[in-house]
């Protein structure tokens, strides 16, 4: 194995082992001893919005983020919005295997899911956005997905009354607040009000020792005693760091096309080649299809198919559903979101594009 990633794996593997040790060697009863080591491992989901780096989150710029999230009249061809590939109806994703952008066009990768994402360390399976402010530039000028330029979404968003209001309320010491930088700022706003707290696995974590069924702690005690745990940990159960998609075994071509090389076009270093952002795993049970290359479309077959490939072992049937089961315990209560009333077009507003 290549040698940055054997220490880091050595590294986080000795958390996990500690917390297992925990596990093994004292009598106290076992599920205190579970709930410490689950506590060592893992951190709730606060309750309260996080707040994000130089980005002051307020009632205005949330609601200015919200509408900006679900209009479609920011693609080029008025038809594709944020909520399109992110839906926050189906787990914060689309529908799967990969998002369909302008044109038809299908991009190369599963949509990742929205909520939450504030807590990931970086943002896209391969991480290459540092940040929601700056991932959210991204998909807006993509070919593939919504074609539009900076310049055309200034325009769109000048020719609207109602969003030269929205914005003058949430940037008030702007001399000219819509610039696109502040477009990114309130939709990062708005991502960050998107927490699903209160989990069972959450209520579990703060103390609640019936929070879980006999089986959701049998599967979180696989989880740490296993090694999932190490690398996937935090508050978000992953999204922490990265990892080989394929440490003992390499994944068949279909869940690991060849010519996406991860983490390696990020950084050109040969052992970043077919890393992976650590998959995220709160509301993992809402969002199929799963892995970057959105194939296989059970929740069991991915804890077959991960046990299998980064860690060398085969679990039985009983295993994978105890562990199927604790996966489920990382369901949390989504957001409730009105739809929002959108900002009238005018005769200034472009018009439909589906040119290429
Ligand atoms: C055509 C579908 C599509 C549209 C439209 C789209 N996205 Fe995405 N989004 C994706 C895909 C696919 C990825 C993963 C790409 C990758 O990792 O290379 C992604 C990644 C993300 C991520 C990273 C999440 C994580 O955990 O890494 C965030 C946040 C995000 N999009 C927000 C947005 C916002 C905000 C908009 C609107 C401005 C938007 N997306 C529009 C498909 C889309
Ligand atoms: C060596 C690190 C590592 C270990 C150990 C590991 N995973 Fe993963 N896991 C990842 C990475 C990286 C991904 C993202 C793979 C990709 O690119 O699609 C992932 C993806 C997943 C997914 C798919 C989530 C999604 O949204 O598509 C699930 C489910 C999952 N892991 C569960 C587990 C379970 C259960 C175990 C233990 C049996 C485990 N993992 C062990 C690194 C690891």
């Not at 074609?147 to 000048?158: G, H, I, K």
């Not at 607040?177 to 009000?193: G, L, R, S, Y």
């Not at 929070?211 to 049998?218: E, I």
């Not at 999204?239 to 390696?264: A, C, H």
Request: hydrophobic share 40%; net charge positive; charged share 20%.
């Amino acid at each position: 194995m290549r040698k940055s990633v054997a220490r880091k794996l050595y590294i986080a593997a000795k958390l996990c082992v500690m917390a297992a040790g925990i596990l093994a060697s004292s009598t106290a009863g076992a599920d205190d001893d579970l709930m410490s080591a689950a506590r060592q491992i893992f951190k709730p989901i606060p309750s309260i919005v996080p707040a994000v780096k130089d980005n002051p989150i307020t009632h205005d710029k949330v609601a200015l983020g919200k509408a900006l999230f679900f209009d479609p009249r920011l693609s080029a061809s008025g038809v594709i919005s944020c909520n399109t590939c992110h839906n926050l109806g189906t787990g914060g994703a689309d529908a799967g295997p990969r998002s369909v952008g302008h044109r038809w066009q299908l991009g190369s990768r599963r949509a990742p899911t929205v909520y939450n994402a504030v807590f990931n360390v970086a943002q896209f399976w391969d991480g290459r956005a540092a940040d929601l402010k700056t991932q959210a530039a991204g998909p807006v000028q993509a070919s593939t997905e919504m074609n539009a330029t900076p310049a055309r979404l200034l325009n769109t968003l000048n020719s609207m009354t109602d969003y030269i209001v929205m914005f003058s309320k949430a940037f008030p010491n702007d001399a000219t607040p819509i610039t696109f930088d502040n477009f990114a700022k309130a939709i990062e706003a708005f991502e960050a009000t998107l927490i699903t707290p209160a989990a069972p696995f959450d209520q579990y974590l703060e103390g609640d020792a019936y929070a879980l069924s006999a089986q959701q702690k049998a599967g979180l005690k696989l989880f740490i005693e296993r090694g999932c745990s190490t690398c996937h940990n935090g508050i978000n159960v992953g999204g922490q760091d990265y990892f080989p998609f394929g440490v003992t075994e390499r994944p068949i071509t279909s869940l690991l096309p060849r010519d996406d090389k991860g983490r390696f076009a990020v950084t050109k270093v040969p052992s970043d080649e077919y890393v992976f952002r650590s998959a995220p795993l709160r509301n993992v049970a809402l969002r199929p299809p799963y892995f970057h290359s959105g194939q296989v479309w059970s929740l069991k077959q991915a804890v077959g198919v991960m046990s299998e490939i980064q860690l060398g072992a085969k679990l039985n049937d009983t295993e994978k559903d105890d562990i199927v089961a604790f996966l489920n315990s990382l369901t949390g209560q989504l957001p409730r979101i009105d739809y929002p009333i959108l900002p009238v077009r005018t005769d200034t507003t472009p018009k439909p594009s589906m040119d290429k």
